[in-house]
């Protein structure tokens, strides 16, 4: 039985490949910026994979945003001159992100100040995945500046790390553990 190998020896020479078979640096702001949107999903899966049932419902929530980054990945991985893929993040993609937020911050109330990036382990998942998020926002704004992103995808990575955000507080919500603001007078 053949097996398919999983590497190909073509980006040896520090390229890489997109999607129409141009070639770029594989430190290119392109490619910087999916590949952090890569970050994103790979701790996304681990977020995932440390929510415990009584948040089945932030599990379904993030496995979706797990497809959205493939979505957004694949878009970021054509070559600028190619025609904009059928399948891409659009204005629904930030209307549903959105709600998701309104969701969550209705469960929690409130925030009085800001808190401490911790609490319970699927809280703390997500913000690690919030803070990767966000230098991924960067890269996405970074690209923008020299090949244009579409305006979709620029607020969609701005609201995924606000959903992710929502999420860490409703985890900790959910599961009975204390907001911590900062102590500035250490």
Known sequence: MATTRLYTRTGDRGETGLAGGHRVAKDSPRIRAYGTLDEVGALLGWVEAELPEPLADLRAVVHRLEHELFVAQSELARAPH???????????HVTALE???????????PLKSFVLERGSRPASALHMARTVARRAERELW???RIEPVRPELLVWINRLSDLLFAGALYANHRLGVAEEPPNYSV
């Open 99 to 109: 709600g998701e937020i309104d969701r969550l911050s209705d469960a929690v109330g």
């Open 142 to 144: 970074a690209l923008h």
């Open 82 to 92: 190619l025609p904009v893929p059928e399948h891409r993040i659009e204005a629904r």
